[in-house]
């Protein structure tokens, strides 16, 4: 089955330090997996993707993530966090037949000044 | 938000009514979507339209119904048969829903709070 698992409901990070939003999927052959933040009653904006190519995907506001196949993991990470960068993040992988996206539950990221 | 427009941004239903959900789109894509999100379960697809005229189930149809007479617009009825229709409601398209849809992320709107009365 695919899926798509957030570990962590909460991440918890003061201003400056880095931060990394956790995400591990479950699909069969090649990958295609996203990221989006979500603010309070809001859509969802696009941060990043990963198809092909280089592990280090690079995306907007600063974020990047790492794709590792034989974790099978599409880590969201920022070297240094904002205050400004506190919402929800979502982490999906798109379905098999290309049809959709299956999401994660979601992670709240909370940074303190 | 992009260009996606969705209306209205809070909806009240008395039980037994059906209501509507409005999405409107003028990036010219072709595939269009609706999820459902709840409070800590992420978001559900209800339905998709990969074509105008053409739509499909997703994981939670029952209870609701579409349609995509236009390619600009997939508006969501939400029927009484939902028994538990109070959620944020968000409509998302992306340039391809076939094969080369692969490779596209989708696009949301700024979504429609429905609440049960």
């Known amino acids: 089955a695919q899926s798509v698992a957030q570990p962590e409901d909460q991440v918890n990070v003061a201003e400056g330090n880095p931060l990394t939003v956790k995400c591990t999927y479950s699909?069969?052959?090649?990958?295609?997996l996203f990221w989006y933040v979500q603010y309070p009653n809001r859509g969802l904006q696009f941060l990043l993707k990963?198809?092909?190519?280089?592990?280090l995907v690079k995306g907007s506001y600063g974020f990047e993530a790492e794709f590792n196949k034989s974790q099978t993991s599409f880590h969201l990470k920022k070297p240094s966090a904002l205050v400004s960068d506190s919402a929800l993040y979502f982490c999906?992988?798109?379905?098999?037949?290309?049809?959709?996206?299956?999401f994660g539950k979601g992670t709240t990221l909370s940074v303190s000044s | 938000d992009g260009g996606i427009t969705q209306s209205p941004k809070y909806l009240f239903r008395k039980e037994g009514q059906n209501v509507t959900l409005s999405c409107e789109q003028n990036?010219?894509?072709?595939?269009m979507y609706w999820y459902r999100q709840d409070p800590g379960q992420g978001l559900r697809l209800i339905y998709y339209?990969?074509?105008?005229?053409?739509?499909q189930k997703g994981d939670i149809a029952e209870g609701y119904s579409v349609s995509r007479e236009k390619k600009e617009s997939f508006p969501l009825t939400v029927t009484s048969a939902q028994k538990n229709p109070t959620a944020f409601y968000l409509c998302?398209?992306?340039?391809?829903?076939?094969?080369?849809?692969?490779?596209?992320?989708?696009?949301f709107g700024p979504g429609t709070r429905l609440t049960v009365l």
């Open positions: 999906a992988v798109r379905n098999q037949a290309g049809t959709a996206l299956i």
């Open positions: 339209s990969q074509i105008v005229n053409d739509f």
């Open positions: 699909v069969s052959g090649n990958p295609y």
């Open positions: 990036l010219n894509h072709d595939a």
């Open positions: 998302a398209s992306s340039p391809s829903g076939t094969s080369g849809g692969f490779y596209n992320e989708q696009f």
């Open positions: 990963y198809i092909t190519g280089d592990n």
